[in-house]
Structure formats: structure tokens, C-alpha cells
């Protein structure tokens, strides 16, 4: 399509009324939808030459409704204020970055099959804990009015309680979906599975497609002891933190930031078979001179964008792009990338994938530089009200519980703006954070888990670590800009192909021909 509009037009403009992105601020908000809005002009002369794309100028207008209104009534389309998009017949519709910047392939070109993540469209099917799924399925089940029980199910357009549905891929999937879910009698119990609920957050929901409006059956094809989804923030700037997350778990389609969407790249399709562009492993390979398998590319990807570094070296360009990838022709460095890529993967996964140095098993075998957190006073079995920090002994609070050695910058860690260690506690605190779409939200945990203790500590020793890199990943990266990279051009003249129309973005599954 920007390719049609570049030949078959020859001037345009851009005028985005909504640069807040998803959700502007209520008194931003041109019109009382979620949908960025936009502006687009184009004009075609009679003498249009479709050999030279067009020239395509873009404008942000900020403010209140009533100043961005303001200021459109009195735009200039010849105003300065225009900036100039990419000029080449595939390139956004949006200001032109570095050229630098436009040359790396772009991570949804080296992994072309994306999916949003699950998209229950109803919160009573996540909790933190499998009781509470178990307490609110009973409830569902057990309710004799079909009326409360639709209320209960909050039915959506795909999801109504006399309609049948097909299973969910997966053995640990509800498999008996034939009949429909007002037939189901207690004491059923539901299926259960873990997710990647946010980012650090593993979470469970009910794994049933009968409870689940948009589940993403691909995605859930595609589980194994060897997927790693990337999960990314691509329709907005990432704001702070990581640039990529990393999940060995099915990812939630907010698990980035805990809101406004994203997407997940499952490293591999649903066949087992690495999900890339054809010809880019073995172009890859043939540079280095050895093996480059799906996984060492995730590994380099891990290694060069997963911590703030990445966000504060394109900041500019990842207002207006998606991820792009840096790839280095310098052995050293991507050796180098690989390596601490795979111990972010391991930290990011929780141990499920990757690896440690030395091969350690534990969080706590892995040797670091800063003290690790230490488990000082019990939670108890009271629900905590919020989580606090004090920076004078670097401990945490979380209800009467207490962890000391807690570095500032693991109490500040964030992920898309959001502090991860608040978004973890808010879902498990006395009265959790979040929406509520039915009244099975209401049945919650009252009495705190000792797992709970035990994944926390987790969180913040696995934080620990990955601020213990963010130095090192961040002057290995200044280095791989400032040295040779492979461009998605040469990429190409070396056989790389790269997606060019909706066939080539579809995921695989065990049987295809093609």
C-alpha cells in the first residue's frame, strides 16, 4: 500500500492528531475512541512519474483537543513545521530516522510470523494463584440462573455459555469443548495453565476456549520446551527499560507493560521449525563461518536490546518504528552477544531457557558483583496493602514482610515506563490493581501464599542480576553501532528473504507443503 501511494501520488502530508498514541488523556482525545487518529492528503498532478515516489511530509499536533483544532485551522501545508518521511517505496509514513537506523532489518522482517498475545477479553480467567481460578469456576458452574451465569461468564461475541468451541492446541488444554459450557456440571474443575501474564509475572489462566474470546490458537500451537517468545512494544515508544522481553510462557497481549497491546515473535512455529526469514540463519552462518542456529540469534537479539541502553540509543526512531536489529560482522562482538544473551533469556525465563555462566542451576550460583537480596522478616498470612522501599537501608517492605540488600535500581526497574516490582505486587496485594469484567473478579486471595514470599524473592534476585549487565550490554552495543553491520540489502543480495506479502508472514504447522 505505501509503495501504491508513492507511485501513484505525487505530493502528500501527514497530520497525526493523536501522538499520545493509544488511550490519549480524555481532554487530548480528538474523538472519544481508543484509535490514534490521523489526517492524510495526497494530491496527484498530471504529470505524475510513478518512477519517483512521492514526497510525503509528516506533522504532530499536541495539546488539548481544542489546541489541536486550533492549530489545524491555521496549518500551512508548505509550513516548516513538516518533517520529511523516508523516501524509500516501503518506508513509513512517519519522520525519516538516520539513515543507520533504516539499514538494520527490522525484527518482524527476521521473525515474520507475529501474533498478538491471549486476549481473554475478560479478567476472572487470569489469577495469580490456581485456588482462586479453581473457587471462580465453581461459582460459574454451580450458578443455576442463566442470566447470573452469562454475567458471571461476561459473554462476549465468541464466547456465550450455550455455544460449543474447538479445544485449544496442547494436551494441557481443556480438550472436552464439544459441549457448551452451560451444560458443564460440578464438580468439574477447570484446566490451568501457566502464562506470561506481564513482564517478570507468571500468572495462570483457564485454558479452556469456551472462557476465552480472542486465545490465539496459533500461539498456543506453538508452545514447547524449546519456544522462546520476543515480545515487543511495537506500536508505541517503549518510554524505560528493556527495548525486548523474552518468555518461555504464553504471553497475555499486554504482558509487556501491562497495557496498550504489543506483540510476541515466537522464535519457532508450530512445526518445531525456526520462525525466520528463509536463507537468514544460513547467510548468517556462512558470514561467521560456523553454525548460527534460531536460538544463538535470539541470544544476540536478547544480548543487544533487552536493557535501557537500547531505548536511550534509538529513542528518536523508536518514537516512529518498531524494533530494528543492529547485526555486527565483528566475530568478538557477536560472540560476545550471544553469550550475555543467553544468561538474559535464562533470567528473563526464570531458568526455563537459556543459560548461566558457569552453567549455574540456581539464581543464587550465579555469581555478582552487588549483595543479593535477603529474605529478612516473614509476610505473614495477612494480605499486604502496598509494597514501599527505603532507599536509607535499601530495604522493602511488603506487608509485614521485609527484604534488605535491595539496590535503588532494582526498586526503580521498569519495563515500558511501569515499575516491575509494584505491577507484581499490585495483583497480589489486599485489594489488586486492574479492571474488573465480571463479579467472579471479587473472589480474590485472602490469606498470603508462602510461594508468593518465594517468587518474589526471585523477582528481586533476578533483577539484581540483569542491572548487574545493563553497563556492559550498553557499551557493547555502542560499539556494534559504531563498527560494520550487515544491512537487510546485503542480507538480501546473500539470499536472505524477507516478507513481502501476507503468505510469508503465516505460521507453519506439522503437514504444511509450504
Known amino acids: 500500500m505505501r509503495e501504491w501511494i508513492r507511485r501513484n ?91 543507520q537506523w533504516g539499514h538494520y532489518p527490522a525484527l518482524n522482517d527476521m521473525y515474520p510470523w507475529t501474533a498478538p498475545g491471549v486476549k481473554p477479553n475478560k479478567t476472572w480467567v487470569y489469577a495469580p494463584e490456581r485456588a482462586i481460578l479453581e473457587q471462580r469456576w465453581d461459582e460459574l458452574i454451580q450458578e443455576t440462573s442463566l442470566e447470573r451465569k452469562r454475567e458471571l461468564s461476561k459473554e462476549t461475541s465468541s464466547t456465550k455459555i450455550d455455544a460449543s468451541k474447538s479445544p485449544l492446541p496442547g494436551l494441557d488444554t481443556e480438550q472436552d469443548t464439544g459441549h457448551p459450557l452451560v451444560s458443564v456440571e460440578w464438580p468439574s474443575r477447570p484446566t490451568i495453565v501457566e502464562v506470561g501474564y506481564r513482564s517478570f509475572d507468571r500468572q495462570y489462566i483457564i485454558a479452556d476456549s469456551r472462557v476465552l474470546d480472542r486465545a490465539r490458537p496459533d500461539l498456543w500451537a506453538a508452545r514447547s520446551s524449546e519456544q522462546v517468545f520476543l515480545v515487543e512494544f511495537h506500536s508505541r515508544h517503549p518510554k524505560s527499560g528493556p527495548g525486548l522481553m523474552f518468555s518461555s510462557l504464553i504471553p497475555d497481549m499486554n504482558s509487556f507493560k501491562g497495557s ?194 518465594r517468587q518474589f524473592h526471585e523477582l528481586l534476585v533476578t533483577l539484581t542480576h540483569l542491572i548487574q549487565l545493563e553497563a556492559e550490554q550498553k557499551e557493547l552495543l555502542e560499539q556494534i553501532i559504531a563498527g560494520e553491520q550487515l544491512t537487510k540489502d546485503e542480507l538480501a543480495f546473500h539470499g536472505v528473504q524477507w516478507p513481502a506479502e501476507n503468505k510469508d508472514r503465516k505460521p507453519h504447522f506439522p503437514g504444511d507443503l509450504f
Open 260 to 453: 496498550d497491546g504489543g506483540r510476541a515473535l515466537p522464535m519457532l512455529h508450530p512445526d518445531g521449525q525456526p520462525n525466520v526469514a528463509p536463507g537468514l540463519l544460513a547467510a548468517l552462518s556462512e558470514r561467521f563461518g560456523r553454525e548460527i542456529t534460531v536460538q544463538k540469534l535470539t541470544a544476540y537479539i536478547a544480548g543487544i536490546s533487552a536493557h535501557p541502553g537500547y531505548v536511550e540509543a534509538f529513542d528518536e526512531e523508536l518514537h516512529y518504528s518498531g524494533n530494528r536489529v543492529p547485526l555486527t560482522v565483528d566475530v568478538e562482538l557477536w560472540d560476545k552477544a550471544v553469550e550475555i544473551g543467553q544468561f538474559i533469556i535464562w533470567l528473563h525465563t526464570f531458568g526455563d531457557r537459556g543459560h548461566a555462566p558457569n552453567n549455574a542451576k540456581s539464581l543464587f550460583d550465579v555469581e555478582s558483583t552487588l549483595p543479593l537480596p535477603t529474605y529478612d522478616t516473614a509476610v505473614g498470612v495477612g494480605m499486604p496493602d502496598d509494597v514501599t522501599y527505603d532507599e536509607t537501608t535499601q530495604t522493602i517492605y511488603l506487608g509485614k514482610g521485609s527484604w534488605s540488600n535491595v539496590s535503588p535500581a532494582v526498586w526503580n526497574y521498569t519495563v515500558g515506563g511501569n515499575s516491575t516490582i509494584k505491577s507484581w505486587v499490585g495483583y497480589r496485594r489486599k485489594k489488586p490493581k486492574g479492571r474488573k469484567s465480571s463479579p467472579l473478579d471479587d473472589i480474590i486471595t485472602t490469606s498470603w501464599p508462602t510461594q508468593w514470599s
Open 9 to 99: 501520488t505525487s505530493r502528500g502530508w501527514i497530520i497525526n492528531l493523536t501522538p499520545e498514541g493509544m488511550q490519549p488523556p480524555a481532554k487530548n482525545a480528538v474523538f472519544n475512541i481508543e484509535t490514534p487518529v490521523g489526517i492524510g492528503l495526497f494530491i496527484r498532478n498530471k504529470e505524475n512519474d510513478e518512477a519517483e515516489p512521492a514526497e510525503i511530509k509528516y506533522i504532530d499536533l499536541h495539546g488539548t483537543r481544542e489546541e489541536k483544532f486550533s492549530e489545524l485551522r491555521d496549518l500551512d501545508l508548505d509550513s516548516d513545521s513538516f518533517q520529511d518521511t523516508g523516501d524509500s517505496w516501503d518506508a513509513g509514513f512517519t519522520p525519516k530516522t538516520n539513515e
